[in-house]
């Protein structure tokens, strides 16, 4: 069973942009949870924690069980990452969704597919193109997977593996058309001679030719002779 991660989360007030940009900077980082019929709920959290949970194997798939103090008890809300906002110059964290979810209800996520194995095709001098980097699966919170790995070891030259061809484990759906590309082997690119017409005069660049006539005219009658 995939092991969830606990965080401590804090309701939060303040709501204005220069309040949350102000507690940004002590450590923390706001965030909301969206719960289905339930509207949204502000909070905020430790940046180290979160930051702590993306580095797990699940990455941005890591079931999160948040603790929120409310009417002097704490609540515990089973969450996933919805999105995550990042400062586009420094790339620090500034705000995350969340969705809460039932650890019993299926639930549609994007997970990364990663190729395994070496093509035949590679070792002949093809090249592998990777065109489907991610898939979107059904499953219960607990089954989804890190990763789904794509054998290419049997592909050769002008080969592909398609969605059809992934094997996931029980449980586990893909939603994407079957028929979609992941990675193909395409031939090594071969680089074309110049073609030479028989016959044809093969002259000097322009711009040598020019400098050659030139120094024919600044010799004097005497050398030319």
């Not at 898939?135 to 030259?157: F, H, M, N, R, Y």
């Amino acid at each position: 069973m995939r092991q969830e991660v606990l965080l401590e989360a804090r309701v939060r007030n303040e709501l204005k942009k220069n309040k949350t940009a102000k507690i940004r900077k002590t450590g923390i980082v706001p965030a909301v949870v969206y719960k289905k019929g339930l509207g949204a709920i502000p909070l905020s959290l430790s940046v180290k924690d979160m930051e702590k949970a993306l580095h797990t194997s699940a990455g941005g798939n890591v079931i999160i069980n948040l603790s929120v103090p409310e009417n002097g008890k704490t609540a515990n809300k089973t969450v996933i990452i919805k999105e995550i906002q990042y400062d586009p110059l420094k790339g620090s964290l500034l705000h995350v969704d969340f969705n809460e979810i039932s650890l019993t209800e299926m639930l549609k996520v994007g997970v990364p597919v990663e190729a395994k194995g070496a093509a035949a095709g590679i070792k002949d001098g093809g090249i592998l193109e990777h065109i489907l980097w991610e898939v979107e699966i059904e499953c219960l919170p607990t089954q989804i997977p890190e990763k789904i790995e794509a054998d290419i070891s049997g592909l050769k030259i002008g080969d592909s593996l398609h969605v059809k061809d992934l094997r996931v484990p029980e449980g586990v759906k893909i939603l994407n058309d079957p028929e979609l590309t992941i990675m193909s082997v395409k031939p090594p690119l071969v680089e074309k001679a110049a073609e030479v017409v028989p016959g044809a005069e093969i002259t000097e660049p322009e711009v040598i030719r020019e400098k050659k006539e030139e120094k024919e005219e600044e010799k004097s009658p005497e050398e030319k002779g």
